[in-house]
């Protein structure tokens, strides 16, 4: 059978599949190409016409990521110079720190238990 094919805005053929086969191998037909029987004036996607000479290219992955190695392990806190020591949060009077305010409908509605 004789195809046509869509060569940047031209149509060019016609080809017998065995040509249209070594063309779509070599990368001038791919997936998104038109191609067209010859005679019939109508044109598609050879990816959509899917012609005996269509081989559609394998799929390609990207390659997988690089394994990672073990986590190193965790230093000791004292191993870690004094800046960069956690600190525990201080709240309350004996802390130096003044208690917790009311919350928004304490202050607003002035109601809500007293905590001693």
Same mark, same amino acid.
């Given at each position: 059978?004789?195809?046509?094919?869509?060569?940047?805005?031209?149509?060019?053929?016609?080809? &017998?599949?065995?040509? #249209?086969?070594?063309?779509?191998?070599?990368?001038?037909?791919?997936?998104?190409?038109?191609?067209?029987?010859?005679?019939?004036? &109508?044109?598609?996607?050879?990816?959509?016409?899917?012609?005996?000479?269509?081989?559609?290219?394998?799929?390609?992955?990207?390659?997988?990521?690089?394994?990672?190695?073990?986590?190193?392990?965790?230093?000791?806190?004292?191993?870690?110079?004094?800046?960069?020591? =956690?600190?525990?949060? #201080?709240?309350?009077? &004996?802390?130096?720190? =003044?208690?917790?305010?009311?919350?928004?409908?304490?202050?607003?509605?002035?109601?809500?238990?007293?905590?001693?």
């Amino acid at each position: 059978m004789a195809w046509y094919y869509n060569n940047e805005g031209d149509a060019d053929g016609p080809h &017998e599949d065995d040509v #249209m086969e070594a063309l779509a191998s070599q990368g001038k037909v791919i997936g998104g190409t038109l191609v067209s029987k010859a005679g019939s004036g &109508e044109w598609g996607a050879v990816e959509e016409a899917l012609p005996s000479w269509w081989k559609p290219a394998p799929a390609v992955f990207p390659p997988a990521p690089a394994a990672r190695g073990p986590k190193p392990a965790a230093l000791p806190e004292q191993a870690l110079p004094a800046r960069l020591q =956690p600190v525990a949060p #201080m709240r309350g009077p &004996e802390l130096g720190k =003044p208690a917790q305010k009311p919350g928004f409908f304490t202050r607003l509605f002035g109601k809500g238990s007293s905590k001693d």
